[in-house]
């Protein structure tokens, strides 16, 4: 089966990276991971994606001298593994218009508030401490505003009078490992011309 060629930009813990790890283990997903990108040696994604074997490249933004030295290495091993979507999945560094240029339209996000509302950092945070009944996850594609693209899927996830943080955070998370796969499927099946289902 053809699949889609995924780049996956990760900084940090990688449980997303994880999450659609496992789904494309499945020979009905039509998508496929062909590498790893990590701005920050060490941290626990990158031995998520060798235990996968996925080619995983370590390109640390303090090696250079300023943002798009930086990210024109990230743009080389995108395209030299020929990436149809680039999926940022905790990817703590903000892109650049010469980046997100380079793959209109074929950036996607995942942002654990349900944008417009809580953009940027904290966003758990900030919902937990505003007491409001619900927050939620999006995911959505990268323009170059900050959690701004045109959103393709989102869920809510209601906030109870007994949460703390840690257990609202942990609601949050088990909706983006399966809301993650869930948007990757879509836009891949586009893609491949299987599905009609799109923004
Ligand atoms: C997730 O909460 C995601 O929404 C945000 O960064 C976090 C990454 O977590 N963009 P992980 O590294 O995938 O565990």
Do not use: W
């Amino acid at each position: 089966m053809t699949k889609c060629s995924l780049g996956i930009l990760v900084s940090g813990s990688g449980s997303n990276l994880q999450a659609i790890l496992e789904a494309c283990r499945s020979d009905d997903y039509p998508a496929h991971v062909s590498l790893v990108l990590c701005n920050v040696p060490g941290v626990k994604a990158i031995e998520r994606a060798k235990n996968f074997n996925i080619p995983t490249h370590v390109i640390s933004h303090q090696d250079f001298p300023n943002r798009e030295a930086f990210e024109k290495q990230l743009v080389e091993k995108l395209e030299e593994a020929k990436v149809d979507y680039v999926i940022l999945a905790g990817f703590m560094r903000l892109l650049s218009p010469f980046f997100i240029r380079r793959f209109p339209s074929r950036i996607l996000n995942i942002h654990p508030s349900l944008l417009p509302e809580f953009p940027g950092t904290h966003a758990i945070e900030r919902a937990f401490t505003a007491k409001i009944p619900q927050t939620g996850v999006t995911v959505h594609f990268v323009d170059e505003g900050t959690d701004t693209g045109p959103i393709l899927l989102q869920e809510k996830v209601p906030i109870a009078k007994e949460d703390t943080l840690e257990s609202l955070e942990e609601k949050i998370h088990r909706v983006e490992h399966k809301l993650y796969p869930q948007a990757i499927r879509i836009v891949s099946e586009k893609l491949l011309g299987k599905s009609e289902k799109f923004l």
